[in-house]
């Protein structure tokens, strides 16, 4: 229990030091989109670059505050505070606010708090801790059944809130659960699942026909092509045991797949939902719907260019031509007034952070902390990967914040939470024995 | 667990493949691909909407009927207004203070940076006056637009007016966006898709401080607007003026058609209305004054009024009766008065005879001859097998149907069939003896002024028709509806049409004939008086004809309202408005002034 009375004692300031810089970029570029020659002040709290600087001060207070905790409170608490926000995420779906569809806002006078935004880093405890209990096993069929309920109520209950987005983020914990033994061939069935998904797509549209007789759709080829690929697959393992009732299997489960893909494409997903997936792959082109913020996107940061238009020098950004400016498409902004260079910075900058964690993590001498650390890393890389690859066109349009720099109260702070508990956690690294 | 170890080098792969990938993308679309760079260039996107000019509409001869004018709305950007002499710019539009900042406040909420209406329909005496002293203001700019502008001021009914687009037909029609004007009635409705033309869409790049920089993409997204088409319609503006000025202090209809193609000269319903009374920001205004005036002036008495057809209808009762074989052309009956009344006359001793005296009794029998044709033993059924084949002869001729004529509010008229008596009556309760009014054009028989001048167009081409319209030509095309190129024949043969067109032109040349008014020098005129009974007050007077009778270039029916006898006041209504058509002027200035100075609005209710 060395330097208890210095809050700061042994805090990994590099991790904070990339925090700091994050944010202060988030508040700039917020500056910048919504920037406005009438309001010259920047504690204009009429503002969201006022607003967003009061959010920011909150959250430093916040980060002190988690920092003055005992790690220890956060293993001890992970349940209750990991069953609080359930409570909170089904208390909104009852007495919530809707905003832009989503039931997922508590309206408190002119302040609006989305309980979805905390529900991400409670997860990551109620995973880390029961992920660290004695005797579990990331083989064994009961981890694998609780640890998915750990993660899906949160996700089913932000999906019945409408906030797709934010549900998906959920799936980011696969990550921690591979690092924790389950299973790479998992994740490599997802990565197959999601290539057959997208392949049948992009090939369902077209038609091929053979000897000017036979015409089959792109889907129909792709089904006779797999079935060949298992039988030459069954002759080559012919003498490996069993091998076939496998290979029969997946055969089997991938044609099921393609059948369903329509399926699931017309039925179940919302229209604008494989809109912009059809965009997304080419197939459909909509510059003035689905694909017209993309497309606004990709012009903004384009014409950033090489050095970028300098601060404040953004037009794109500046007449509202990309919705959702300072909060979900707020990458515009830096891709357009800094450039390649700025947007080299930032991204160097995230991947620095997940690679800071994931070392930061595998140091703990906790299990508890290196999972929790992991769920860090999994939580910030998933926003990363969506919101920038969207703002690219490499990804679909799902509105979720970039961390730290996304205009919002609610996703600043759940974010600052989020990665202090960690730091919180790894400056008390030293004073936990296995 | 060694194994697991390892693991965090896959996961950070996962993490430095995904950045390095971004990279990539980032340097093709920052640094190499060159198209959003020229998107760009420090410039932003302002999409346009260029409003196309409605299309003209001319008459026959080339006269303009319908045209634009220019009017301008004042736009204002909220966020480029600057301070500036506030009450100046009032005294300058002429609005309150209080006006100037609701409009301001309303345009703030809509949009900051997007233009919003600041004043609608800014006439152009006005605009001029503005216009000068408009760069003192900044963040006001005016927007041009079109107004529809009559210069005849006539053919109101006809021409129809354009409105703002209701909610409901934005909903339906994909074209339409809210504010968007559509034709509401006449040929502004029937012609719309026609007239409107096409929006075209500009987009232009404009810099931070919203100065226009060029077009985007070379302007190949941009679509021109597509001028409306001009339309030539069938009307004579000379004729159709004339019309509504004889048909002055009168209420009734005129409609003239040219028989050999069905093209409608003039249509007119008195009392009518200024059409630039429904323009632009003065239909809320005009609208609810001229829709509560109680002679309905809104109201197309030509297309929509319908009127028993009286004594005209005895053309087409002769030329049944001769078709039938019923009767020839030479067939007499006596004037017994107890059958039905009549006016004193010489007993007619055949067909001619009979549509030149008009005799009642006369068309009693020929009537009661075509229903009761001996198919039946009992006169009931005899009368409905007589009605039956009567009732599908009749409509031949465009009666009890609506004529597909190009303005769609229209009635159709009625002719009542077997069912309507088997309704009113019951089944084989009805006979001949019932029904024989319907051999005089009175009863239960409703037929509007359009159809009654066909009838008209009808004997002037011996038995046919072609469907009256308005369109006579589409500029630029050479093609009009092709219903309007169908002709419709009767089922009457041609050599029965002499007798009562002799008749006819008896009714005018000869002693005794009804309509001796209408009679015009040098011009041979063939012509029916008819006198609709009207249960709330003074009979209508109508009169059918057309001219020259050897080769008619003018079929007409005149209905006025109320104004008693059809010979008095339709008659030589009608023939001034043939003779104004034919020779383009009038010789009995006499005949012209009392139609003129006659006020027949105010007769009074029969008691």
Known sequence: ?434 | MNNLNERKFIVGLIFLIVGFVYLIRLFNVQVINRKYKADSDHNVLRVITEYPARGLIYDRKGKLLVYNEAAYDLMVVPRQVAEMDTLGFCDLLGIPYEDFIQKLTTARNYSRYKPSVFEKEISAESYAQIQEKLFAYSGFYVQRRTLRKYPRKSAAHVLGYIGEVDAATVEKNKYYKSGDYIGKSGLELAYEELLRGKRGVKRILVDVHNREKGSYEDGNLDTLAVTGQTIITTLDAELQEYGELLMKNKKGSIVAIEPETGEILALVSSPNYDPNLLVGRDVKKNYPVLSKDSLNPLFNRALMAQYPPGSTFKTLQALIGMQDGVITEHSGFPCIKSYVGCHNHPAAQNVEQSIKMSCNPYYYSVFKRILMQDKSKSIFKDSEIGLAKWNKQVKKFGLGQRLATDLPAIKSGFIPDVNFYNKWYGEGRWAFSTIYSLSIGQGEIGVIPLQMANLGAILANRGYYYTPHLIKEIKNTDTIPSIYRIKNDVGIEQKYFPPVITGMNKVIEEAGGTARRAKIDSIAVCGKTGTAQNPHGEDHSIFMAFAPMDSPKIAIAVYIENAGFGGTWAAPLASLMMEKYLTGKIKDQAKETRILEANLMDVKPKK
């Open chain 1, 1 to 434: 229990m060395r330097n208890q009375r210095n809050i700061f004692a042994n805090i990994d300031w590099i991790t904070v030091l990339i925090y700091l810089a994050l944010v202060l970029i988030g508040w700039i570029s917020i500056y910048a989109a919504v920037y406005n020659e009438e309001h010259h002040s920047i504690f204009d709290i009429s503002q969201r670059y006022g607003k967003q600087l009061l959010w920011i001060g909150l959250a430093l207070v916040l980060a002190i505050i988690i920092l003055i905790f005992e790690g220890q409170f956060f293993t001890s608490f992970a349940y209750p505070i990991y069953g609080s926000v359930i409570l909170l995420l089904i208390a909104v779906l009852l007495v919530g606010a809707e905003i832009k569809g989503a039931k997922s806002w508590f309206q408190i006078g002119g302040f609006a708090l989305q309980p979805s935004e905390f529900a991400k880093f409670a997860t990551g405890l109620a995973l880390a801790k029961y992920l660290s209990t004695l005797n579990i096993n990331m083989k064994d069929l009961r981890t694998k059944v609780i640890a998915s309920v750990i993660i899906g109520i949160p996700a089913v209950l932000i999906l019945l809130q409408n906030d797709t987005g934010s549900t998906l983020v959920y799936a980011s914990f696969v990550f921690v659960l591979y690092r924790e033994g389950l299973s790479g061939n998992i994740l490599l069935l997802g990565l197959y699942v999601a290539f057959l998904f997208v392949l049948s797509l992009l090939l369902r549209i077209n038609d091929f026909t053979f000897f000017d007789s036979i015409t089959l759709s792109g889907d129909q080829l792709l089904m006779i092509i797999l079935t060949m690929v298992a039988a030459l697959l069954i002759y080559w393992t012919r003498k490996l045991k069993k091998a076939w009732m496998v290979i029969s299997f997946a055969l089997i489960m991938s044609l099921g797949l393609i059948f369903s893909v329509d399926y699931i494409f017309e039925k179940v997903l919302e229209p604008h939902q494989s809109k912009r997936i059809n965009v997304l792959l080419g197939i459909e082109s909509d510059p003035h719907g689905a694909g017209y913020n993309v497309n606004q996107s990709l012009i903004a940061i384009g014409s950033g260019e090489f050095v970028g238009k300098g601060f404040l020098q953004g037009t794109q950004t500046k007449f509202d031509f990309v919705p959702e400016q300072s909060t979900d498409f707020i990458f515009c902004t830096i891709g357009e007034e800094w450039g390649f260079l700025g947007s080299f910075f930032l991204v160097a900058l995230y991947i620095g952070l997940f690679l800071r964690i994931i070392f930061l993590a595998e140091r703990q001498r906790s299990i508890f902390s290196r999972i929790y650390g992991y769920a860090v890393a999994s939580i910030l890389f998933f926003h990363f990967l969506i919101n920038i690859g969207m703002t690219i066109g490499l990804a679909p349009v799902i509105g979720i914040p970039l961390p730290f720099i996304s205009y919002g109260g609610s996703s600043l702070w759940s974010f600052t939470i989020l990665l202090f508990i960690f730091i919180k956690l790894d400056s008390e690294r030293i004073n936990v024995l296995r």
